[in-house]
């Protein structure tokens, strides 16, 4: 992590040699081609995210792997000093579990697909299989599972070992149930099948007699504002001959419809067994059998308050008093999210829940209190001992990893996991360099820059929060950076100002808002508390999670969306845009709002639409609980180039197009090609035609990951796709276009960064510095290039100087070699005096000085080398160094300095020195350290010309590229 940069001549940042090994392509541009622009992670550490799992080596403790949510899979070799990660290459980034083969550590099983149920849950591509130690990985089944909770591996043969598939989450069928191997994965066996709705949770090994084994079965399902988290196939199973035959177990548990269910059992006892269950009309709770499941009693009593989402959760689990009160029945957290079991290794009669907070049991379950980690981020989902040290534990939730050696007094939080879930991502203007603000899930919205004049990178102390909550969409004004606007969920906007920390809410409400007769008021004051209150049913509303007094909350109005756009205009940087269900304008910066659209959506009833093949009852388990409201808008923006031409598009489906800044409003629906219903991801107006945009729709949430990319030329009248080449499963979620090429876009899919060059015909991944990952959301920083990415797991990623894109033709890569144009470097002194530090890692700022782009379409013969000859604007040589001339695209850095004096003792040092050492460099390294650095230059014009060098002869190939070595400005 703590990459720096030193001084030197010339810097081969990378390079791709294809040749031979280049996969076939019509015109020679393909994914290996631009391996060679690879991205730059900007991290950051300062917020990380949501780990599902983690797993202790148990020959050797040092060793940890650690599972995430949306981020890949990582390892540390000395108890957490570094990660690395170890799965990036591979088909999925959401993981529910990792288990080490406690016979062989080489051996290691990863289950994608994360194990919880909730609204930002990504999905998997199966089990897959590492035999040494995770340095490789092999894909060895259930592809369709989606979502895998655990692996379990039979302690008397590795090569039998049982996998618990949850199963897609959004449609039925798929592989999902127990799968059984007995010859280490090459063939699986489902072994427990409920039906195409009803999946495997957990899943519990007898250790004393392995052919006992218990599985906890999950029915349920989500779609767009909808969520059944349970019904009546939901149940306990246990086989006691490897899953030749099951048994359904109901003595003593609930006699109404289940949902989902967590397991532990005693491994110094194995006949007993606990179980936290979700259940109807109040009848969940904690359970204990001590007669291996013959039989079960609810025994969990919390002492305390319940605190937080209490009263959401006994209302969504049928209990009548929703009030947070003490000696209840202990019934955990919201079984979407949480609902695990832990049992202390050491301490049997201890047991832990991990859910917003941990709550522990320390007489076998029946009494329940929460365990208090002051300092430590909320909403937990694992808790593992550290087999040589049980005063060694590890916590993972949504703020990452923790560890405490002191039995959970004090705890230490591992800050070198870049695992930000950025659900968006904005850049400002600032000087010198900008900056990038994203929102996060569960961490709050945060700030940094994009590089710093610090040889040490950005710093994590470089970053700087400017909201809480889930982090969403957030801008940062144009012309003053130092106004700042952040979101929390369902449209709680807020506005900062970073010179003088004052934060002040400035979310529509009916305070603010103004030029709505009383009556759309009160139907908005309805609409913000739900379906049942614009029913008119005050009872109804009180009951539910989103009742309130008279006004609503606080006089709130509306539906939001959980992430709700909001955009700064274009062409008054005091002007915002706000959707809800309706658009919002406020042209002083908040303070008042206008209602300029009626309510833009179809203003569906999520109790009346069926899910799993009907409609279910009030009282079924967790129905939409803990989910995003239905019929909000999704996407909305304004065009660049035509003042009040605003697009709307929605969660249900529908786009609104308005030409008169919002006096009039026309229906888009339906749109050829795009299935009913579909969400509105992105909406993009073209910065280059007033009368283009472009459109992208996910239709996942209804089980269809098609990519649904269309534009329209005719201010969205007709649209037609441009998903083109598209691959089939991975949702898109972003689009952007260039500002100078129309054709160049650029799409963030579920599984990566897209571009084209045509328009969309032809869509290529970039591949280069950005791990497999959900790209959510895309920027395009137009004063400096630079392309930047929001990742939903992995942080934030930066495309520095894509400009070389715009210019990358088949006629370009089949020349000789061909220099591509390049954004004038700032000159500046790199500061030496902070340095990065554990705790406080770096990420690397962009190499310094001039970046230079190039493409080899034929290796030089013989002794004849590429070379770079730069020069003033009389021609006068500069510098000359000698280039990598393998076939294909390259980058290189110049550090704008002349050529060194020759070294003492003779010899011509300057060029041919310097150039022979930049050649052999690896990518990333500069020579020239502990030689005398040439001069620096003088601020101006430079040309910068590619060709071959036969001796002292220099042969210029193709035209020479002009830029300006500009003073960084302040």
């Known amino acids: 992590m703590n990459r720096t940069f030193s001084y030197g001549v010339i810097a081969v940042i990378c390079c791709a040699a294809l040749g031979a090994q280049a996969p076939a392509g019509t015109d020679g541009i393909n994914t290996d081609l631009f391996k060679a622009i690879a991205f730059r992670s900007l991290g950051p550490s300062v917020t990380t995210g949501r780990v599902s799992d983690v797993d202790i080596d148990p020959k050797n403790p040092n060793v940890w792997y650690v ?56 999905f998997g591509d199966g089990v897959y299989k590492s035999v040494d130690a995770g340095r490789t990985w092999k894909r060895m089944g259930l592809e369709n599972s989606e979502h895998i909770q655990n692996v379990v591996i039979d302690p008397r043969n590795s090569n039998v070992v049982y996998v618990s598939a949850i199963g897609p989450l959004w449609s039925a069928g798929g592989d999902r149930g127990v799968y059984k191997t007995t010859d280490g994965g090459a063939t699986w066996k489902a072994v427990l099948t409920v039906s195409p709705d009803t999946g495997v949770t957990e899943i519990l090994i007898n250790p004393k007699k392995p052919d006992v084994l218990y599985a906890a079965a999950l029915q349920r399902r989500r779609a767009v504002g909808q969520l059944v988290g349970g019904g009546p196939e939901s149940g306990i199973y246990k086989t006691t001959n490897g899953g030749a035959k099951w048994t359904k177990l109901t003595k003593g548990l609930p006699s109404v419809e289940m949902g989902r269910v967590g397991m532990a059992l005693n491994p110094k006892n194995p006949h007993t067994i606990f179980a936290l269950v979700t259940a109807q009309k109040g009848e969940g709770g904690f359970f204990r059998s001590d007669d291996a499941g013959a039989s079960w009693t609810r025994i969990g009593k919390q002492i305390g308050g319940r605190g937080g989402p209490g009263a959401a959760e006994d209302a969504a689990q049928g209990r009548a008093n929703t009030q947070a009160r003490a000696q209840d029945w202990y019934r955990g957290g919201d079984p979407g999210y949480y609902n695990e079991v832990i049992v202390d290794p050491d301490n049997p009669e201890t047991v832990y829940s991990p859910q917003t907070n941990v709550w522990r049991s320390e007489d076998g379950g029946k009494t329940w209190r929460i365990v208090p980690m002051p300092g430590v981020h909320v909403d937990f989902h694992e808790i593992l001992w550290d087999p040589s040290d049980a005063r060694h534990v590890l916590m993972g939730s949504d703020g990452g990893l923790y560890e405490t050696y002191d039995g959970m007094k004090t705890w230490r939080h591992f800050t070198n996991l870049p695992l930000s879930q ?23 919205s945060v700030c940094g820059p994009s590089r710093t004049v610090n040889r040490a990178g950005i710093r994590t102390s470089d970053w700087y929060s400017v909201g809480g909550g889930d982090g969403f969409q957030g801008r940062v004004d144009p012309d003053d950076s130092n106004i700042v606007y952040a979101q929390s969920q369902e449209g709680n906007l807020s506005r900062l100002d970073l010179r003088t920390g004052q934060s002040v809410n400035i979310r529509p409400r009916t305070n603010n808002v103004f030029g709505m007769s009383q009556g759309d008021i009160e139907a908005e004051v309805r609409v913000n508390r739900g379906p049942a209150s614009e029913e008119g049913s005050a009872q109804d509303a009180a009951a539910g999670p989103r009742g309130g007094g008279p006004g609503g909350r606080s006089g709130m109005l509306g539906r939001w969306h959980w992430d709700a756009p909001v955009i700064i205009s274009p062409h008054s940087s005091r002007r915002l845009y706000f959707g809800a269900n309706r658009v919002y304008r406020s042209d002083d910066r908040g303070d008042s709002w206008t209602v300029i659209s009626p309510d833009l959506t179809r203003n569906l009833d999520p109790r009346k639409i069926a899910i799993m093949g009907k409609v279910w009852p009030p009282e079924s388990v967790a129905l939409n609980q803990a989910t995003t409201r239905l019929s909000t808008i999704t996407a909305l923006d304004e065009s660049p180039l035509a003042e009040g031409v605003i697009y709307a598009g929605t969660d249900d489906g529908l786009v609104h197009v308005t030409e008169d800044g919002g006096k009039t409003w026309r229906k888009v629906d339906p749109i050829q090609g795009l299935p009913e219903f579909s969400y509105v991801t992105d909406l993009q107006p073209s910065a280059r035609d007033a009368n283009v945009v472009f459109a992208t729709f996910n239709n996942w949430q209804r089980g269809d990951y098609k990519p649904y990319v269309m534009k329209s030329g005719d201010r969205g009248r007709t649209w037609t796709s441009i998903s083109g080449d598209l691959p089939r499963r991975s949702g898109v979620w972003s689009i952007v276009q260039d500002t100078v090429n129309g054709d160049l876009l650029f799409a963030g899919l579920e599984f990566g960064v897209f571009v084209t060059m045509d328009g969309g015909a032809h869509w290529i991944p970039l591949k280069g510095g950005i791990p497999t990952i959900e790209a959510r959301d895309l920027a395009i920083q137009r004063r400096e290039g630079d392309l930047v990415v929001g990742t939903f797991g992995r942080g934030i990623y930066i495309l520095d100087d894509y400009s070389a894109l715009r210019n990358v033709t088949a006629q370009a890569i089949s020349e000789e070699a061909h220099l591509f144009p390049l954004r004038d470097p700032y000159q500046f002194n790199e500061l030496t005096q902070v340095g990065a530090a554990w705790g406080d890692i770096a990420t690397p700022n962009p190499p310094y000085g001039a970046v230079f782009t190039y493409n080899v379409g034929r290796s030089p013969e013989g002794d004849t080398r590429l070379a770079l000859n730069i020069t003033d604007e009389i021609e006068k040589q500069i510098r000359r160094v000698t280039l990598p001339s393998e076939a294909g695209l390259h980058r290189v850095a110049w550090d704008l300095r002349g050529e060194a004096p020759p070294p003492q003792g003779g010899g011509r040092g300057g060029t041919e020195a310097g150039g022979e050492r930049g050649a052999d460099q690896m990518p990333g390294q500069f020579f020239g350290r502990g030689r005398q650095a040439g001069p620096l230059v003088v601020p101006g014009r430079y040309r910068a010309s590619i060709g071959k060098l036969s001796g002292e002869n220099f042969t210029a190939i193709g035209e020479p590229q002009s830029f300006a070595v500009v003073p960084l400005p302040r």
């Open 67 to 122: 599972a995430s949510a949306s981020g890949g899979l990582w390892k540390t070799e000395n108890r957490g000093n570094t990660f690395t990660p170890i799965f990036d290459e591979y088909g999925s980034y959401s993981l529910g579990c990792v288990v080490v083969d406690p016979k062989n550590s080489d051996i290691v099983w990863l289950g994608t697909g994360e194990n919880n149920n909730q609204r930002s849950v990504g």
């Open 422 to 444: 950025f659900y968006r991502i904005s850049t400002d203007n600032a000087r010198p360099f900008y900056h990038v603000c994203g929102g996060a899930q569960d961490n709050g």
